[in-house]
């Protein structure tokens, strides 16, 4: 069973490195949806995944618990962002603006994304309770052709402690 789990863990993260074309970015969600519901015996839930196997492996014998006290949250108008369509070569920019709706400080520890293409900057500070924070991404056209969509792997001090941003478009290719 572990090395099952491995191996889906695994063909998940060659598969986001890839690429960021949309067919892989939706197989690479049906493997972490399935690995979810591996996970939790059963039960359908959102699951987190690190960067390294063994961590992975440790990952998914620990579930996330949900610690006690005050937490932060974050609050989107929406987390994903359609870009529309693009010429090859061009450069999307869009900010994600949040607020912190918990009852704690919020701290994003990281932010990273599906692939090179995509280049997340967010704020370093703690977003106080009832304050806002953003987190930009930048999306690079070049090379790319067809449907995008690339996501954006958010950790903080919230619960769950990861979230998901996402852009979609189509690229034309250059002409």
């Given at each position: 069973m572990k090395t099952i789990k491995f191996n889906l863990i695994l063909a998940g993260l060659i598969i986001a490195a890839a690429s960021c074309d949309s067919v892989l970015e939706s197989r690479v969600s049906?493997?972490?949806?399935?690995?979810?519901?591996l996970e939790n015996g059963g039960a359908t839930a959102s699951s987190s995944f690190n960067a390294t196997p063994t961590a992975n492996a440790s990952a998914a014998a620990q579930p996330e618990v949900k610690p006690d006290g005050p937490l932060p949250e974050f609050s989107f108008a929406s987390e994903t962002?359609?870009?529309?369509?693009?010429?090859?070569?061009?450069?999307?920019?869009?900010?994600?603006?949040?607020?912190?709706?918990?009852?704690?400080?919020l701290?994003?520890?990281?932010?990273?994304?599906?692939?090179?293409?995509?280049?997340?900057?967010?704020?370093?500070?703690?977003?106080?309770?009832g304050g806002t924070?953003?987190?930009?991404?930048?999306?690079?056209?070049?090379?790319?052709?067809?449907?995008?969509?690339?996501?954006?792997?958010?950790?903080?001090?919230?619960?769950?402690?990861?979230?998901?941003?996402?852009?979609?478009?189509?690229?034309?290719?250059?002409?």
């Open positions: 049906e493997l972490e949806r399935r690995m979810a519901k962002f359609d870009f529309g369509t693009v010429s090859a070569g061009q450069v999307v920019e869009h900010t994600f603006t949040f607020t912190n709706t918990g009852e704690a400080p701290i994003i520890q990281s932010a990273s994304a599906s692939c090179g293409c995509t280049v997340p900057s967010y704020s370093k500070d703690p977003v106080p309770v924070g953003e987190i930009a991404v930048r999306f690079d056209s070049k090379g790319k052709k067809g449907n995008q969509a690339p996501t954006v792997t958010v950790t903080a001090n919230t619960y769950p402690k990861v979230m998901k941003l996402r852009l979609k478009g189509s690229v034309n290719a250059a002409g």
